[in-house]
């Protein structure tokens, strides 16, 4: 499988094959394949330098308020444009981010802890107590689950699951929670299934692949002798699990989720489709409508493009470069934080 | 200019109803099924037919579409992106006119008004839709952007209250008012004072608007802004625009396009939403209540033909030569106040003569009452042919395509 | 170890306790992999009940018209751009990937590897604009196949390029070697020894790959555009349709015809991705029984 090859395998540690020594046949194959894999890394400075470069203007205009404020004014295009600080732009012209920030944040946090606990649960049954025949047959549910499209998510979304459970699961749960804590934000008015909470369990359906599949690798690679050596001073499973297991993968573990966080909080289609699509609204509630940068950015992209002086579009931009240094950084992180510690290396993409 | 519209009808393109062909002046018939769908028709209508007959016809001479409707000879291929409710109209006329004139081909996509006008700006496409006209900041980044109306739109209110079925009345200030957030429920007393004898219950609404750029959130919060001009429209207010900073209040929805508003209602108990009456036979299909609201007279309305010919008949005299107008919120106890001009926004500086000459041939094709402007294609998207007046000023426009 | 008799009876007393405790979590792991289950069955199931009870071969065979018609439009073009895909990200991935496993040393190794890897975790939606800004706004493509196809090829090269340098890397040295003192020379080899037994896994992950480009809409949507006729063989200044964007306009519009659409649409994406997932499967099942039989 795919995945398997793609994950299980560090990079080839020392090169296996030939070294060309001299001037080789080989030469064109070598200067193509050169420019092939010099071009990821242009594709990403090229996106890093038009999101910065598009993004400049509005940063300027914007200032740092952007990431603490909550407003979302395109300002008035019907009245003569204004300049401030060197920057063309319509009237009244407002943007904080600070509700899309929040609404990315809330979402991504709730499909985390409905996907981790689910994931590292389904793969430790399958990796230690059932046999390689099932674990394989996860493998083709987990791909199926990573090869179904964003929108269809969405259309599943917003058409079945969202409804069946504002119709018969939110207002159960709104009744009998306790007014305390955090409880709190799972009563009051539930809506019509297009909010946080519904988001955050499609979007912890989308990543749980990457989750599951990793830790069910690193859960295989955690030695047989130490675990049956555990056992043997007559700790249970569970204990076996938490004392030996765990700790043995815990840095894969965090480096697979923060790789899961990373896709949740960069997802877009299928939160399109479920959020509720308000802007520059805080939620009130865990049902609350909302929004994510993701998914701003796709649905009012368009309206954007009506902003003459390109306020609107460039201010996109500044939105998409913040996500992206931040799925960035948690990219990055996760694959330093595992490639340190295990001979497992994340998944690429979307973690099929 | 009478003789267009009645030559139109000799040719089998006669409006399904006496009382639209009483109405063919300055506006001719409005789509049949706007005003034959489920109660639209009932709120003030019955008296309209007389006004709008009375009204004054513009003293223009007859238009000279035959002037510039003679495609190249050469093939040219357009491409129209926009507004997604022009792109139903423009989907009936690109084959047929491709039927006429083989040689032209005009490719269309319903992409939203602001990628319409964003394409026809840097010439990514030759024609783009838009459902509201040119800002400054757009004619000032693109001087040579021109917005030229194609027909005329309306749009209604409607309401989903479980058991409600009759039609409610509503001012601008109490539809303003809810999407502020500062009326929270239907039985609140600021709109059962308007309905007596309705049973409001005690249902918490939900506003819902356009998440997308949107012509109907410009023309909905133009009339806000002109009934409630002390709150909404106010320099503290959200005023108006295609997008707007909509008021925070916790049960609004946003939806994508004029579907996702109806669905989005259909689903939504309690909601209030704003609709192009394009969409007002599948409105009142999703169950639906269609609302009635208040003009500047203080009348109650739904969108009919003569209450729609009453609004167009305020502003027609006024069109300014760059015909970018708005038609809301007019005088007039007949008049229905929320109606717009569809657009197509053209740049005049044109780099191939044989295309330029291709858009402009189009064009008047598309506002002759003799072919794109028959009823036999606006009604079926429930829209308004051109006044003639107007038809005249487009001409004129379209003759500023060029080199 | 009778050293601390009384430690040794707390033990004994905790024992049912943490058996007991065993089984709950062992218990809820099974529910937790039943969770893991579910949803993609659910969400197939639920397509295919919506979808074939009127799927018909008009809905292949015609063209989108207003909010009816059918896919035929949306299915060439999807076809249109999953085959530029494999073409344009195949070969640069698969190229790339070569590179990384035989030429590729020490830190600028690392950089490109790493790039590659960061290029694939950026949300599609910043690719998708970034395609929109340069290719259709800057260099005036207009929206077209060509800004579609080089925006998803930016989104899985990395993949593409990954498991092809994992998969050269397994071909077995004994192979390389004995080629070697053969005397065949390295172009020989790479392209004889290397690249044939590490073909089956070079294919599984461009199938994959070219699974992930079926699905996604987001760079799509401001670079390929839309269009509701068939497909013109052009890369640039025409717009064209695709199965995601069907499911992404039409769930929402209150028409029957249109919803269905959609889900015929989310149908026909479930099985392009199925099948090609499966026959990923079917190469590697192939690929691994071949091998152990050699």
Redesign the interface.
Known sequence: ???D??RR?E??QA????R?TTK???GP??I??????????L??L??LG??VG?ALPAVKYNGLGFFVHN???????????VTTNGVLH?A?A?YGAWAIIVGTVLSSLIALVIAL??????A???SK?LGPRVRSA?G??????A??????????G???IG?LLSRDIYPIVAKHMPDVFILRWFRG?T????GLLTSGIILA?MI?PII?STSRDLFTQVPKLTEEGAEAL?M????V?TKVTMPWVSAGIIGATV?GL??A?????AVA?VS???????P?NIY??FNTI?AT??????????????L??RT??EA?LA??VV??L???GA?LLVRKVSTTA?P???G? | MKNNYLGKETHGMAPKRPLLAAGLMGVAGLAASACGSSSSATTTSSTTATTAASATTQANAAPNYAATETPPTANVALQETGSTLLYPLFNLWAPDYHTQYSNISITTAGTGSGTGIADAASGTVDIGASDAYLSPTQTGQTPTLINIPLAISAQEIVVHIPGVTQQLHLTGQVISDIYQGKIKYWNDPAITALNSGVNLPHLAIAPLHRSDSSGDTFLFTQYLSKADPNGWGSANGPQFGTTVAFPAVPTALAEQGNGGMVTGCAQTAGCIAYVGVSYASQASKAGLTLAAISNQAGQFLVPTAAGIQAEAKNFIGQVPANEAISLIYGPGATSYPIINFEYAIVNTKQSDPNKAQAIKAFLTWAIDPAHGNATSYVSQVNFQPLPTSVATLSLAQIAKIGG | MARNQEALTRIRVRTRRRKAASTVAISMGVIALALVTVPSVWIVAQVAWKALPHMSWSVITTPGVGLGGGLENEIVGTLMITFGVAVVAGFIGVMSGIYLSQFARGRAAGLLRGASEVLAGIPSIVVGYVGYISMVVTFHWGFSLGAGLITLSAMVVPYIAKTTEVSLGQVPSSYVEGAEALGLKPGQILRTISLRSALPGIATGLIVALAIAVGETAPLLYTAGYSQNLPHVALTHSPLGYLTYAVWTFYNEPSTRAVQLSFDAAFLLIVLVLALIAASRIIVARASRHRETA
Not at chain 1, 117 to 122: E, K
Not at chain 1, 191 to 194: L, S
């Open positions: 499988m795919a995945s090859l793609a395998t990079e080839p090169p296996r094959v030939f060309p080789s046949p080989l194959v070598k193509a394949s050169a420019v092939s894999a010099v071009a990821p890394l594709a990403l090229a996106i038009i999101l598009q407003v979302w004014h395109p300002g008035n295009f019907y009245l003569q444009p319509p009244q407002e606990p689910t994931s590292l649960g389904a430790l049954v399958v107590l996860l083709v549910f987990l791909e199926l689950l090869g179904i499209p964003s929108v269809v998510f969405g259309l599943w917003t058409l079945t409804p008015s809506g019509a299934g297009e359906a749980i599951a007559g249970t499973r569970m204990e699990t790789l990373a896709r909080l960069g997802e877009t289609m489709m509720g699509s308000v802007l520059g609204t805080l009130t609350s409508t993701a950015i796709v649905t009012t992209l368009d309206s954007a493009l009506i902003d003459g002086t390109g609107a579009v996109l931009a998409a996500l992206m799925t960035l948690a990219n990055v694959r994340l690429v993409g979307r099929v």
